[in-house]
């Protein structure tokens, strides 16, 4: 009979074996039995929790759009009433947090990306992510520009945010957390300039 309160340790286990797999041999090798090995159960446990390694997958990736929905959402608490722009940049931050670009969570984003193409649970996935970056993005900048003007510089930040983050990890040095802050607060500031009062 298993331990009371083990679940969510072997889950979290095995959410980390997932990301540990993945960068060490690839989405396609990080079978089941490799997964189970690094968490150190059996591979039916995989089975029992997940169904399968799609379900512990899909559960890795909201555990991973958990930590960046908190990485965002303790940066901009933390603003309160802030101007639009350092709710921008907190958004900004977020998504470069150290929670989304190591190793492991940069490779597993990579598999999660190019599956979510063929999966329709992790297609869902991220279109709730894209959604919910662009909607945040779209209110801060509808704040201090007219509708369209807001929608297109949201458009062009979430790109920006996505397009910095795939270059770099892709990068084989890994992405300069620094140096793609610094590009995308250079957007911010065009996109800012537009209006009058904030430039």
């Given amino acids: ?4 309160g083990m679940e969510p340790i072997r889950r979290r286990q095995l959410i980390q074996a997932t990301m540990e797999a993945i960068d060490e041999a690839g989405l396609a090798d990080a079978t089941v039995i490799r997964i189970a090995r690094r968490a150190g159960v059996s591979a039916g446990i995989i089975s029992h929790y997940f169904g399968g390694k ?10 991973i759009l958990h930590d ?4 965002v959402a303790t940066r901009r608490a933390a603003l309160g009433q802030a101007e639009p722009r350092a709710h921008l940049e907190a958004i900004i931050d977020g998504n470069f947090d150290r929670s989304q670009v190591s190793g492991p969570v940069a490779k597993t984003w990579l598999a999660f990306w190019a599956s979510s193409m063929h999966q329709p649970a992790l297609q869902r996935l991220q279109s709730v992510n894209d ?8 209110h801060q900048f509808r704040r ?6 807001a929608r297109r510089a949201a458009q062009g930040l979430a ?3 996505d397009g910095l983050w795939l270059r770099g990890a892709l990068a084989p ?3 300069d957390v ?18 009058p009062a904030l430039a």
């Fill in 1 to 4: 009979m298993p331990k009371v």
């Fill in 54 to 63: 799609d379900g512990l997958l899909e559960a890795t990736m909201r555990q």
């Fill in 68 to 71: 960046l929905g908190e990485a």
């Fill in 131 to 138: 959604r919910r970056l662009y909607s945040n993005l779209c």
């Fill in 144 to 149: 201090c520009l007219p509708r369209d003007e």
């Fill in 159 to 161: 790109a920006m945010i």
């Fill in 173 to 175: 040095e890994g992405l």
């Fill in 178 to 195: 620094a140096q793609a802050r610094r590009l995308a607060y250079d957007y911010l500031d065009q996109q800012l300039a537009r209006e």
